[in-house]
């Protein structure tokens, strides 16, 4: 497994970028709209793993809730897993608690899951499986 990437909540991705981008250096490489999720992400590569900013794109995206909740920060990490369908009977064998019990589509068409911060000590957790080519 390796972390694939950190998501990061923002009001605002183009703000988000004079630091991300042109302050720290990162470059970014893929901008699209996640509409299921209600959010527009980009993409910038770290080593070999990327961070994700996500800005809300309506009122009722989940994370339009978070910032008022908790203002911009981290949201998530996502790990990417061989085959996310084994990730999740085993953490549910485990008794850990799923927040999507079966895959959904998420950006770049990879296929995503998340875990729920109360299985974790306080993480959301974003499992990923990239598409095979
Ligand atoms: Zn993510």
């Known amino acids: 497994m390796k972390i694939d990437h950190l998501g990061i909540a923002t009001k605002s ?6 630091f991300w981008q042109d302050s720290l250096g990162l470059e970014n490489v893929h901008t699209e709209v996640v509409e299921e999720q209600k959010v527009r992400v980009a993409m ?6 990327r961070v994700e900013l996500l800005e809300p794109i309506s009122d009722d995206s989940p994370i339009s809730k978070f910032l008022e909740k908790r ?13 996310i369908e084994v990730a999740l009977a085993k953490l549910k064998a485990e008794g850990a608690r799923l927040i999507d019990e079966t895959p959904r589509i998420g950006a770049e068409g990879c296929l995503i899951a998340f875990v729920h911060p109360a299985a974790t000590g306080g993480v959301l957790l974003e499992l ?3 598409v095979k080519e």
């Open 13 to 18: 991705i183009e703000e988000a970028l004079r």
């Open 71 to 83: 203002g911009g920060g981290i949201h998530h990490i996502a790990v990417e897993v061989e085959d």
């Open 128 to 130: 990923t499986q990239k």
């Open 44 to 49: 910038l590569p770290i080593g070999e793993s």
